[in-house]
């Protein structure tokens, strides 16, 4: 410690640094070896077993790495306790502190903590991957919360856990229970019959209500309807509070409170070191030693830049917990602010700061509460520091244009311990760069209490309100001053973020308000020289830039109507806002967000013991637990070894060479395998084998993988990876379905014809009142499952065999894929699933090329093979849903009839076909929706593109050829002036209409629904009071839809619609049941199991469903198309009618005592106890050459309502209420099949309004060609716990069996996604009455997804006048 200046401290820190590290896990303590500074919390837990928390991103995105730290801080002798994402935190910083993980709280063996059996019986938990994650935010909440927490803290305390299976709708049910304040209310429930129904709590709201239903009665069919939620037990806060559970709680281990806290000298991989100093001396000195060091608070910046951006710091110096940079100190003249200060210890102080200063003195107080309110999730803020903030200078900070306008001044300090002063305003220099010397660091912030008359505020607008980056901030300042019964303006600052490489203040725009009245001439003038004030150049990186433009303006103009209603009535003033009309003050009016309210209403129709029955998905206990166990949680057998993948970085490309000489001598290196080393065929593919697993000459995308490398771990092998160099001679690419049109770049024959009548006749025939054309985009979608690829892959009898277990929806596939792969017969290689966590149709066929790319080097080393995708590995390589082109030309009649329709339609598949072609073909069948269309030509074509293959997702093809339907629909509403609902009631096929593809309707619910829905909704009542709000508010408008879909069930390909099961039933009384089925939380495995439990007449816990395995139920279609329950249903039925007919010459001749008994004497009878089950869907099949048939079972009907409001200046929206309906004849479990529908329904609402992938192509030019921009959750935005409809009513049609499924059930999965689309013609007629306002009435297009950014550019007014004309259409990747 050289330059020190105490030799006591010298001692001091010596001594401290000889002590050894220490953390407690669970209770558990564990002393922290040497060594492990690259090593970040979670792959410590994982590495010690702790596998319930789970790594989904690895970037703070998703939560699912959440877990508690408790940490006692000394000086205040207050333990405090907070969630934060273990892949973010470092190891070492979390030393001396308590790790709460999912497994710390309750488990199977000894009971569920309440927050973990809250979530599961409320349906919370589908595949389970995200539950963990919720369990722990919730926990922490509840942990560090003094009082039951609110409503609003609950939601709060989610924003930064995303679930990709549920709508969020039964999380918050299950957590909103803690809300709760009345105690006695929520104790173990007295028998039904003593409750009176007003004071019931209900188990789905928490709240006190009449829901409450009666009991069930078991018999062979029996009815009820149920209404407001399931039942189950609420649980009292009091047991979570740790008053009553404390025995059963972790208390903080009292060698973390009476320890001191050291001095940590530690190092990691590749000479890394890292420090923790206790004292700014210690910091200072070094510094000094180490000039470039990083400091590092919650390494929430450093961890990613690390990692994602791989740059290398070779210093590393914690200051989470030095005092001197953690002070916070309220003053007389304003706040100081240590630099390590954590974002939510800075929020709660100003929280606190606002109620107890005078109200003028805190203007600067509100507008850093609200900026961090949408400031990333909780977890990041319980670890971001203000320091770390302000140092990282992103242009997009949300904090910095607030700083530099609110006269915030930053204390520097040197090494040699020198202090001096620096204004916000003059700190930032340039795209991440301050001024900071070398040496130096930054002490503290000190911000000024705001003046009389002195006004504050801030803007954001990003893809998603909760936990994203903006794409536009600004913090903006005014301060006037009296003069002449006039408000002057004595000072001011606008600064933006998002504009420019730094966050920048609008300096000529400052001088022109100087000395100004407040007033609309002001405002007018303002404006003016702000767009010459703030230019954003053409190709500026992130695009957007009329939309960033119009922002800029837009953040102005509210500012103004802002301040002047913060003013109005001030003593002999006169009244600005008397000046402003009314209308005009929408623009800053914050739509009040109550908490959501969920509603579901379908009824139980019981057949059998379990059959519908809303039974709790069976293995929600273990993923409420941690203790389910997902593909990556398999330990790798020993001897295992670690995959990354060589990957392409061209779009379209001779190789040249591959040079792997640098990898050998990398660590842990253990072999490279290219296209030459593979064994059997290297060209795979689910219908045609056109691509390869290891490119050998040519590659075709970016991220098309041309080798693997594996080595002794993750990291390594990953390091290795990125050491090959492959050279090449780069080719044209194809990069949009526009470009492919252009160059007849088409997958060979997939050219794809359907009609009915005669078009051209129809259009020459003067039949029709008008002939519309017109071209829909509808941009793509990530699946964004929460767990990525996975695969670990292992030889058996020396290379024999081949063994895995994968995360994937179709297991067959993976075995036939490595066994081409590897030159071996099916029946040497088995692949298992226990469960997914989230497929969506990702893993239909994607995950098979991985699992084939891992068999190689496991079998030519025979050794095991592990490899699990990074998030934007996955993301950039695996496919997405496909973006469709459609062209269309409608004849209609004057009332609005359609008479025919000539549609061309595109599909972008990507590099190569996978399932295109039948993605296409679902398009095509489903491009009338719900319409008859008398004459129909329909010409679709698969475009070859060199972006990586996109695959099968929720739909396949179904929801893009009805979106594109939907739109010439409302285009023709538009044309006729009528509303689009009339359009499309008028149009409605019914019982007996006669498809396109000669398909004839049976059964047709579509107008009971349709009837059902408009009544739940009261639509001409919406439809009023929507108008009536759009006139009163200028820049809130309001939008309402209502929008029916039909969804065929069946694949299309008839050959995949055949399903086995395998049944046996033991001794014991208990059945195991295998299906060829995945579960991956759809609820498959649960209503199966019900199926079961109904034909042996035994309780549902009798009846098991293990893993499903190639080796026990062969040659299984993917678990997809929707159908799966009624196939595997159906087989698992054949099976045990099978057992029961064998079992009922003994079960005849006496009554027993229990389903055991019989089966021990069917035993002792030498009866076969187990059988095959089979089933095939019969009745379909279609015939291409003719363009007729029935490729559909049956059809699953639907029809969704929403309400929507939007910020017309941000492009800001909710989803103010959201009515679903859908007919799913009896269902097996409603439940789940609500699960299904709310989950379906937020997912479709990601694509209509959210989800945007953009990608190098010529609408991105700043994005390198072909690459994927948005490949990770920071910049790929899911709907949120924010985005779910405000009121979300869930209803199942009544009284409609269907006869052509097991139990009179409908599929479920696929059908409600298109509903969603509602919510996107909600924004569009939102839209619509805000063009009115400024005069446009015809007619445009809006893209989906209907973005912030294509709203409000859609949103014509005076403030995107000067950067666009009417007909301008943001760019989309299509
Ligand atoms: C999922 C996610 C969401 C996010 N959302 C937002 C958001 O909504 N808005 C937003 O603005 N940002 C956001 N961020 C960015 C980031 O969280 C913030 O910038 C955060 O405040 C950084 O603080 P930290 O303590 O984690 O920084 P660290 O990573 O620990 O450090 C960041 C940098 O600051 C330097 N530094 C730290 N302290 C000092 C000091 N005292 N003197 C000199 N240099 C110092 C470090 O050396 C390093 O270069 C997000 C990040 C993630 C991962
Ligand atoms: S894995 Fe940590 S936030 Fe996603
Ligand atoms: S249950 Fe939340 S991601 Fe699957």
Excluded at 651 to 672: E, L, M, N, W
Excluded at 959 to 984: D, F, H, T, Y
Aim: glycine content about 8%.
């Amino acid at each position: 410690m050289g330059s020190l200046k105490s030799e006591e401290e010298l001692e001091q820190m010596e001594e401290d640094a000889s002590k050894e590290a220490i953390l407690y896990v669970n209770g558990s303590r564990k002393v922290l070896p040497d060594g492990l500074a690259h090593v970040t919390l979670l792959e410590y837990l994982r590495g010690i077993g702790l596998t319930g928390t789970k790594l989904g991103c690895g970037e703070g995105g998703c939560g699912a790495c959440t877990v508690m730290v408790s940490h006692y801080n000394k000086s205040l002798s207050k333990c405090s306790h907070y969630a934060i994402n273990a892949c973010l935190a470092p190891l070492y910083s979390v030393e001396g502190m308590h790790v709460i993980t999912v497994e710390g709280l309750g488990n199977r063996v000894h009971g569920l903590h309440p927050v973990q059996e809250s979530l599961a019986r409320a349906h919370g938990s589908q595949c389970g991957f995200c539950t963990p994650g919720f369990i722990m935010s919730m926990y922490a909440l509840l942990r560090s919360s003094e009082s039951s927490p609110s409503e609003e803290k609950i939601d709060e305390c989610l924003s930064g856990n995303l679930c990709r299976c549920t709508g969020y709708r039964p999380i918050l049910d299950a957590f909103h229970v803690f809300a709760k304040t009345d105690d006695s209310l929520y104790g173990p429930q007295p028998s039904s019959s003593s409750v009176g129904e007003s004071n019931f709590v209900c188990p789905s709201t928490g709240k006190p209500c009449s829901c409450r239903s009666g009991s069930l009665v078991d018999s062979e069919t029996t009815r009820e309807s149920i209404c407001c939620g399931q039942k189950y037990e609420a649980i009292s806060y009091s047991k979570v509070d740790g008053k009553l559970f404390t025995d059963k709680e972790f208390i903080f281990p009292p060698e973390l409170l009476l320890r001191k806290m050291s001095y940590l000298s530690l190092s990691g991989f590749s000479g890394l070191k890292w420090y923790r100093p206790l004292r700014l001396k210690q910091v200072l000195e070094l510094k000094s030693r180490y000039p470039d060091a990083k400091l590092l608070v919650g390494n929430t910046e450093v961890g990613i830049e690390m990692r994602l951006k791989r740059m290398h710091y070779p210093v590393l110096i914690s200051t989470m917990h030095v005092p001197e940079l953690n002070v916070l100190n309220v003053k007389d003249d304003g706040v100081e602010i240590g630099a390590a200060v954590r974002l939510s210890d800075l929020l709660t102080v100003f929280r606190k700061v606002v109620t107890e200063r005078a109200y003028h003195e805190t203007s600067t107080c509100k507008a850093f509460i609200e900026q961090l309110k949408w400031f990333a999730g909780t977890q990041i803020k319980n670890v971001a520091s203000v320091g770390g903030n302000i140092c990282t200078a992103s242009p997009i900070s949300d904090l910095n244009p607030l700083w530099m306008a609110s006269r915030a001044k930053f204390r520097v300090i040197d090494s040699k311990g020198n202090l001096r002063i620096v204004s916000a305003e003059n700190f930032f220099l340039g795209y991440r760069k301050v001024d900071l010397a070398s040496g130096e660091i930054l002490l503290s912030v000190f911000l000024p209490w705001s003046r009389k008359l002195e006004y504050v505020k801030e803007f954001k607008q990003a893809h998603r309100r909760d936990d994203d980056i903006a794409i536009v901030n600004a913090g903006m300042r005014v301060f006037l001053e009296k003069k002449d019964g006039d408000l002057v303006v004595a000072d001011a600052s606008i600064v933006y973020g998002g504009v420019a490489p730094l966050s920048v203040a609008a300096r000529q725009t400052k001088e022109f308000l100087i000395g100004k009245t407040w007033n609309q001439e002001l405002l007018q003038g303002a404006l003016k020289v702000l767009r010459s004030d703030i230019i954003i150049k053409e190709d500026a990186p992130g695009g957007m830039v009329e939309f960033r433009r119009s922002l800029t303006l837009s953040f102005f103009f509210k500012f103004f109507l802002w301040v002047s209603h913060e003013m109005d009535g001030m003593d002999g003033m006169r009244s600005i806002k008397e000046e402003i009309p009314l209308s005009q003050l929408s623009a800053i009016k914050p739509l009040q967000r109550p908490s959501v309210i969920g509603c579901q209403d379908y009824e139980i129709v019981k057949r059998g013991i379990a059959v519908g029955s809303p039974e709790v998905h069976l293995s929600s206990r273990l993923q409420v637990t941690g203790e389910a166990e997902y593909a990556d949680d398999t330990p790798l057998p020993p001897n295992g070894l670690n995959a990354a993948l060589v990957l392409s970085r061209k779009p379209h490309a001779r190789i040249i060479s591959i040079d792997a000489s640098g990898v050998k001598s990398s660590p842990g290196f253990a072999g490279i395998f290219l296209a030459n080393d593979i064994p059997g065929k290297n060209k795979v593919g689910p219908v045609i084998y056109d691509e390869e697993v290891f490119a050998s000459e040519f590659v075709s995308c970016v991220g098309q993988a041309i080798g693997i490398v594996v080595a002794d771990t993750q990291e390594n092998a990953k390091l290795a990876a990125r050491k090959v160099h492959v050279e090449y001679e780069e080719l044209p690419a194809v990069l949009s379905i526009e470009d492919a049109i252009k160059a007849k770049s088409f997958h060979p024959n997939t050219e794809k014809f359907l009609g009915k009548g005669d078009v051209d006749l129809c259009f020459q025939s003067g039949e029709c009142y008008k002939v519309i054309q017109g071209e829909v985009q509808v941009g793509g979608q990530e699946h964004f499952y929460l767990e990525p690829h996975s695969t670990v892959i292992w030889t058996v009898d020396g290379g024999n065999e081949v063994h895995m277990v994968s995360s994937t929806q179709a297991p067959q596939k993976h075995q036939k894929y490595v066994c081409d792969v590897l030159g071996l017969p099916m029946s040497k290689v088995v692949c298992r699933t226990k469960r997914i966590g989230g497929g969506f149709g990702g893993k239909e066929t994607r995950s098979a090329n991985l699992a084939a790319a891992a068999s190689v080097p496991s079998y030519l080393l025979n050794r095991p093979v592990k490899i699990t995708l990074d998030r934007d590995i996955d993301m950039m390589t695996t496919g997405q849903r496909h973006s469709f082109l459609g062209k269309y030309k409608v004849g209609f009649t004057k009332e609005g009839k359609v008479l025919a329709l000539d549609l061309e339609i595109y599909n972008n598949a990507g590099n190569s076909l996978d399932l295109s072609l039948s993605i296409l073909e679902r398009a095509m069948f489903h491009s009338d929706n719900v319409y008859e269309i008398p004459n129909i030509r329909i010409n679709g074509a698969v475009c070859f593109t060199n972006f990586p293959s996109n695959t099968a997702f929720r739909g396949f093809g179904g929801p893009q050829g009805m979106l594109i339907a939907e739109n010439w629909i409302q285009r023709i509403a538009v044309e006729l002036k009528k509303s689009p609902e009339e359009i499309r009631e008028m149009n409605f096929q019914g019982e007996g209409s006669l498809l396109h593809y000669g398909h004839q309707l049976q059964h047709c619910t579509l107008d009971q629904l349709w009837n059902a829905l408009k009544g739940s909704c009261n639509f001409l009542n919406a439809r009023k009071e929507a108008d009536q709000f759009n006139l009163q508010n200028r820049w809130k408008k309001r939008g309402v839809a209502m929008v029916p879909t039909k969804f065929g069930i069946s694949f299309t390909t008839k050959l995949l619609n055949q399903a086995g099961a395998l049944v046996h039933v033991y001794t014991d009384g208990t059945v195991l049941v295998t299906h060829g089925g995945v579960e991956m939380g759809q609820g498959l495995h649960t209503k199966v199991a019900q199926v079961a439990a109904s034909s042996f007449n035994i309780p549902l816990s009798s009846v098991f469903i293990s893993d499903t395995s190639t080796d026990k139920v062969p040659n299984a279609s993917p678990t997809a198309a929707s159908a799966s329950s009624d196939m595997y249903g159906a087989a698992v039925l054949d099976a045990c009618e099978q057992i029961k007919a064998r079992m009922e010459p003994i079960a005849s001749q006496k009554n027993f005592s229990s389903f055991a008994e019989l089966a021990r004497a069917c035993y002792a009878e030498r009866i076969d106890l187990s059988a095959h089950g089979f089933h095939i869907v019969p009745e379909i099949g279609f015939d291409w050459k003719m363009g007729k048939g029935n490729p559909f079972r049956y059809f699953t009907y639907g029809g969704a309502y929403a309400e929507v409001e939007l910020d017309t200046l941000t492009g800001d929206f909710h989803t103010t209420a959201a009515n679903v309906f859908l007919d799913l004849g009896y269902s097996i479990n409603p439940a789940i099949d609500v699960g299904q529908i709310e989950g379906a329904f937020v997912q479709g609402l990601g694509w209509v309004a959210l989800e945007e992938l953009k990608w190098g192509d010529a609408a991105h030019k700043w994005i390198p060609p072909g690459c994927l921009y948005t490949c990770g959750p920071g910049s790929y935005k899911i709907p949120s716990v924010n985005d779910v409809p405000l009121k979300f009513s869930v209803s199942l049609l009544k009284g409609h069996p269907n006869v052509k499924a097991i139990h009179s059930s409908k599929a479920v999965g696929e059908p409600p996604f298109f509903l969603a689309s509602s919510v996107f013609f909600a924004i569009k007629d939102a839209i619509i009455a805000a063009r009115a306002d400024a005069g446009f009435t015809d007619w445009f297009p809006l893209d989906n997804p209907a973005t912030p950014e294509r709203i409000r550019m859609a949103c014509l007014d005076e403030f995107t006048a000067p950067f666009i004309g009417s007909n301008f259409r943001p760019k989309l990747s299509v």
